[in-house]
């Protein structure tokens, strides 16, 4: 499913209306019907009910005037709550207020707080909220007037349903703009935008409820959302049945490059998990010294010991030896645990520039990238990243304050940018591919937030790679797997205390559960759509 920025929810909207001739009052009817059937099938008793909806002078406002309609016509105690002079409403928000009057539904102005203040006392009895301020065209803070009145219908403690998206919430990065209503329910019209899915905008979407307005199919085609949920069905409709005659050359070889004194956990977990996803083969390459510590935890991985540094950790003198290596390999990984000595960062760049197959970079890798990533320019196959938001600040040159206030904004730049993959992980982690495209994940939970949990999922996208996976896709599959799995385990065990290597260990049953015929709803996506009207 497609996720819409603030401009493409306009140009769709605008198409619409220009070029296929659907009017816009035709476009607002149909929210507003779309929102009023949520919310009267959300509170069945609404009848008995009063209902307050406070409308802002927009748009948005007008798709309250019809919910103001809807629910006279069926019975229910509503008053509109307009923060404006009637007499500033204009185009089709002007023409539905007009069609309250003649319904006798209780209209009250309250341009400012004077007035404001003159119906509180009435306000604060209303059982029931609907957000109709804002809408999906805030670019500033709130502050002033709305402010007040955002943090008046907060304290109510009432349920809110949001017309489109709650009023404060920035529709393009699930940033709240200074304050945001915080709404138990959110009815948005076309489909779900991005700061719905994004935390913390999706703590403040609630239950999410998509309205079909009649937005034609070919002009959604020709605005063409670059974004797209990832979800269970997306993984699945990505994935190739295996022939049954497959044996381990036919399933990849990776060579992971990886460890160093104290992280040979990190090297050991990688390799394995591009086993536990599915590759045939596994060659880990270490310091030598470690090569002993290395063999006992990755039993089933071939192991190699490479040129180290006095210290302990890889050398330069190791890039002929594993371009050697790589002869026969699907994909080469690199980065977890080896260190930032001088000596290390050297391998990192030379092996970026001649790999003969796909790089996937990860932890000390991208920190060894981090002071010159112009090296991806010059490499020789595919790269995918795979950052925390750590590494994308490194990476960028920014706070990873900055990084998580616009995630997709900075996942698709540096993409586009190397014309790389890059997968931005955290909470609803990022799929970001060179063309612009963007994936958000809804699988995984906060028990995830433990060492060890990226180093599990560079494996994973290694070996959906070395099996003959285009990178987004291994990106794609390899992301939702991951928080599946967790999920999985958080059900069965608890919210948190399961470590990275029990994520490992329940990866063939997240497979199975994906490959299952019967779609099961993947727990603890705590934003997930709830139904399409």
């Not at 992280?263 to 599915?278: D, F, I, N, Q, V």
Request: proline fraction near 6%; include cysteine; glycine fraction near 10%.
């Amino acid at each position: 499913m497609y996720l819409a920025t603030a401009d493409e929810v306009r140009e769709m909207d605008r198409l619409t209306i220009e070029s296929f001739g659907l009017p816009g009052r035709v476009l607002m009817e149909s929210a507003g019907r779309g929102a009023t059937r949520v919310l009267m099938n959300k509170f069945p008793g609404i009848a008995s009910k009063r209902v307050g909806i406070i409308a802002g002078r927009g748009n948005n406002g007008g798709d309250g005037f019809v919910i103001a309609r809807y629910l006279a016509h069926a019975g229910v105690n509503v008053s509109v709550y307009l923060l404006s002079e009637s007499s500033r409403l204009a185009g089709d928000a002007e023409d539905n207020f007009k069609l309250l009057a003649p319904l006798d539904i209780s209209v009250i102005e309250m341009p400012d707080e004077d007035s404001f203040h003159q119906h509180r006392t009435e306000m604060a009895h209303q059982h029931i909220w609907v957000d109709a301020i804002l809408g999906t065209g805030l670019n500033s803070d709130v502050t002033g007037f709305f402010k007040f009145v955002i943090e008046f219908i907060n304290a109510l403690n009432r349920p809110v349903l949001a017309v489109d998206i709650a009023s404060g919430l920035h529709t393009d990065s699930g940033q709240i703009c200074g304050i945001c209503i915080q709404a138990t329910l959110t009815a948005t019209f076309g489909f779900p935008k991005i700061g719905h899915i994004q935390l913390p905008g999706a703590a403040y979407t609630g239950e999410l409820h998509v309205i079909d307005i009649g937005i034609p199919p070919h002009i959604v085609e020709n605005v063409g959302p670059r974004q797209h949920l990832l979800t269970k069905d997306v993984a699945l409709s990505n994935m190739i049945p295996r022939p049954s005659d497959i044996h381990k050359g036919g399933t990849g070889h990776i060579l992971v490059i990886a460890g160093s004194p104290g992280k040979t956990g990190a090297a050991a977990m990688c390799a394995m998990s591009a086993l536990r996803s599915g590759a045939g083969l596994v060659t880990l390459g270490v310091p030598k010294s470690l090569n002993p510590v290395v063999e006992p935890q990755a039993i089933e991985v071939m192991t190699v010991p490479l040129d180290e540094s006095k210290t302990g950790v890889l050398s330069d003198n190791a890039v002929e030896a594993i371009l050697t290596l790589l002869e026969d390999k699907k994909c080469l990984a690199i980065g977890p645990g080896i260190g930032m000595e001088e000596g290390t960062m050297r391998l990192v760049h030379q092996l970026i520039k001649k790999s003969p197959v796909p790089i996937v970079i990860d932890a000390d890798g991208l920190n060894n990238l981090a002071n010159n990533p112009e090296i991806l320019l010059k490499r020789k196959s595919d790269v995918i990243l795979t950052p925390h938001p750590g590494e994308m600040a490194r990476l960028v040159d920014a706070r990873p304050k900055d990084i998580q206030m616009d995630r997709v904004g900075y996942a698709r730049k540096f993409a586009e940018t190397y014309n790389v993959h890059l997968l931005l992980k955290g909470a609803r982690t990022i799929v970001a591919c060179p063309d612009g495209h963007v994936y958000i994940n809804l699988s995984g939970n906060p028990g995830m937030a433990s060492a060890g949990m990226g180093d599990v999922l560079t494996g994973m996208v290694a070996g959906f790679i070395a099996q003959g996976y285009p990178l987004a896709t291994a990106a794609q599959i390899a992301v939702y797997l991951h928080g599946d799995a967790a999920d999985n385990l958080a059900d069965a065990r608890g919210p948190f205390g399961y470590i990275a290597s029990d994520v490992m260990g329940s990866l063939p049953e997240a497979i199975k559960r994906l490959t299952e015929k019967t779609t099961l709803k993947a727990p603890h996506a705590n934003q997930l759509i709830q139904e399409i009207l």
